[in-house]
């Protein structure tokens, strides 16, 4: 699947397109198909993301989604070395799932 | 230290204005993020991977209690509770909301503190020896020099769009602490036979992916005409550049590429005519920045005996602490480098402790060291103990200066948009690897540099162990280098072989260190018996 993210231009929180909006969880984003670059071209315009780009991602049996490169797992989650940081402290996968 | 005058303090509060207005424009949709992002990076706004990334600018690594105390309240309110010292003595916050960038400007103003510069292509933050104006070698402060390069350079037409960035270092003393010779601009204040002050000269050095060791192009530059000599290499690297290719930029390449003799000859006629100019700072100015460096008032007859009865506390003093050049006096180092902590991490909390101390303890004055450690210079030998024991209820005391565990590590991929694997967690594990204080100990002087990517801010190439993340096929990747050193006898390290994963990294450096403490000879540090036995050995013992 393909899936958008960026950041939140007034935040800087990186963000996930869910089909409709923007969100900060990465199990919300959807497939953009081939219509990412002109969805984002639209949210660009609209001030609603920054440096946003499509990146692959796969689906799980879970139903989670999971970037396919290892930067982009970091940003769904936060920084490996600041579990207290990351969006789901106590999730007992936190950390695990990113490499 | 240097105190704004009125003028420093309205360029910098009408900087915050303009920056609020850019802001505003961007939020508003004004601007595009093209045209934006010039603008917020010459105010040190970076996009990294979670967020925005504020980079403050801390010349040559001098703070006070005052600066460090807002830097707190900075983290506290408007980051997530700490900051991360950088290795050009600067301080980054990584959690930063572009809406509250301005306010947070409009804070640093208030304690004489800014961002710009810390991005682009400009002269950045000029650094120096972190012992300035305590060590017990130097000749004099290089500070008064550095803030004058400063002043000179700071919104000057001439450097505002320079080819690439440009680092200057200024030292005064022989044994070289700031890696000096990895600049674009390495200055030694030195003394000449008649007794005069001067700057040896070292242009041409760098790191990142093509790196250089600098070369001396001149062994004694007047004191008072450091300014024309400086124009002079910006000025023929400015002519040449390769503006067309942004890894051909740097002053170093040029240096490679005109040759030495060439450069030198170049630099030389330009400084012949730009000396005629009469650009150079005028004797009164220099000595109204000098003065703002003039030694605090050091107490005399103090006693240097020091209360070791403490085992713990004498580990410290052995290991953290440094000669000063006033008779009762000693600078404290802080390592900022706890087992299983974040090397250059701290938070709110420890930066007020710190701040409280150089205020009762080091005449309100503290320095950042490039190692991602903080200093308190001018410390009374007796109030020492107190002092660590203040250190160790802040988690602060840990022994390990210069020692395998003092380790630099970039931010890595965990925070940094442009590294390619992650640097701490492999810092975290060389050091809980080698967390035995006995083992460190007997180790001795061991710097160990880690870098996320080829831009090299972990000074891989200047460790006498480095390690480089590179991205091998989606997943990190560790090359493992020998040999490198930023001190006065600067070397550059050479890759091993063959990279490892995350956990072999840390199985190949114990096994390089382990090599080293079979062969060494009686006081020889690892890189002493690298220089004598070669890479062969090592190659041997790593990858068997």
């Known amino acids: 699947m393909k899936v958008i993210t960026g950041n939140d231009l007034k935040t800087g929180a990186v963000i996930w397109w869910d089909g409709r909006g923007w969100s900060i969880h990465v199990e919300d984003a ?27 991602a796969e689906r799980g049996l879970d139903g989670k989604v999971r970037p396919a490169h290892i930067k982009d797992r970091i940003r769904a989650l936060g920084p490996t070395v600041r579990p207290d940081l990351t969006l789901k402290p106590a999730d007992p996968d936190a950390g695990s799932w990113v490499i | 230290m240097y105190k704004y005058d009125h003028y420093d303090q309205a360029m910098v509060d009408a900087r915050v204005a303009d920056f609020r207005d850019q802001t505003r424009r961007r939020i508003a949709g004004q601007m595009t993020d093209d045209q934006f992002k010039p603008l917020r990076l010459k105010n040190g706004l970076y996009l990294q991977l979670h967020a925005y990334m504020l980079r403050i600018a801390i010349p040559y690594g001098t703070l006070d209690s005052r600066q460090l105390r807002k830097l707190a309240h900075i983290a506290r309110t408007y980051d997530r509770g700490y900051g991360h010292f950088t290795t050009r003595q600067n301080l980054q916050f990584h959690w930063i909301k572009l809406e ?37 070698d130097e000749i ?23 080819p690439r960035k440009f680092k200057i270092c200024v030292i005064a003393a022989e044994e070289d602490r700031a890696a ?54 910006l000025r023929v690297w400015n002519r040449h ?47 109204r920045i000098a003065a703002y460096f003039e030694p605090p008032a050091f107490e005399t007859g103090l006693r240097d005996e020091i209360d070791r009865s403490d085992p713990d506390f004498a580990v410290w003093l052995d290991q953290n602490v440094a000669a000063h050049k006033a008779p009762g006096y000693a600078i404290a180092n802080i390592s900022l480098k706890p087992i299983r902590g974040i090397g250059g991490d701290i938070t709110a909390e420890q930066m007020e402790v710190v701040a409280d101390l150089a205020e009762r303890y080091s005449f309100d004055e503290l320095r950042v060291a490039h190692t991602q450690n903080l200093v308190l210079p001018h410390v009374r030998k007796q109030d020492l ?34 590294a390619n694997a992650r640097s701490i967690p492999v810092a975290q594990k060389i050091a809980e690897r080698f967390a035995d204080p006995a083992r460190q100990h007997d180790l001795g002087e061991l710097k160990i540099k880690i870098s996320g990517c080829i831009n090299a801010c972990g000074h891989h190439h200047a460790g006498h162990i480095g390690i480089l993340g590179v991205d091998r096929k989606g997943t990190e990747n560790y090359q493992l280098l020998l040999g490198g050193s930023g001190d006065e006898h600067t070397t550059q390290a050479k890759i091993t072989g063959p990279g490892f994963d995350e956990d072999g990294i840390v199985d190949a450096v114990e096994r390089a260190v382990e090599h080293y403490r079979t062969i060494r000879e009686s006081g020889e540090r690892f890189i002493d018996t690298y220089r004598r036995v070669g890479m062969d050995g090592f190659k041997e013992a790593i990858y068997g």
């Not at chain 2, 001067?198 to 530059?221: L, N, W």
């Not at chain 2, 802040?394 to 991929?413: F, K």
């Open chain 1, 30 to 56: 959807a497939d953009a198909g081939d219509g990412g670059e002109q969805i984002l071209a639209v949210e660009d315009a609209a001030c609603r993301v920054n440096g946003g780009y499509v990146i692959e």
């Open chain 2, 140 to 162: 004099m402060d290089p500070r008064p020099w550095a803030e004058m390069l400063r002043q000179m350079t700071s919104f000057h037409p001439e450097f505002s769009y320079l």
């Open chain 2, 100 to 136: 509250q960038a301005p306010d947070i400007l409009a804070e640093l103003a208030e304690v004489e503190m800014h961002c710009i510069q810390t991005s682009g292509e400009s002269i950045r933050n000029i650094s120096a020896d972190h012992y300035a104006g305590a060590a017990a």
């Open chain 2, 241 to 287: 550049a390769r503006r067309d290719n942004i890894h051909k930029q740097r002053m170093k390449i040029l240096v490679h590429e005109l040759g030495e003799e060439e450069f030198t000859r170049q630099v030389e006629e330009a400084f012949e005519h730009i000396l005629r100019l009469g650009t150079d700072f005028p004797q009164a100015e220099y000595d």
């Open chain 2, 385 to 418: 103990y107190a002092v660590w024991q203040a250190l160790r209820g802040a988690g602060l005391a840990d022994a390990n200066l210069d020692l395998v565990t003092d380790i630099i590590a970039c931010p890595g991929l965990d925070y940094c948009s442009l």
């Open chain 2, 180 to 233: 000096m010779r990895w600049h674009d601009f390495g200055l030694r204040i030195v003394k000449n036979e008649a007794g005069e002050v001067g700057f040896e000269v070292y242009p041409g050095g760098g790191m990142g992916r093509t790196p250089f060791i600098a070369y001396k192009s001149a062994d004694f530059v007047p004191q008072h005409q450091i300014f024309s000599y400086l124009q002079a290499v």
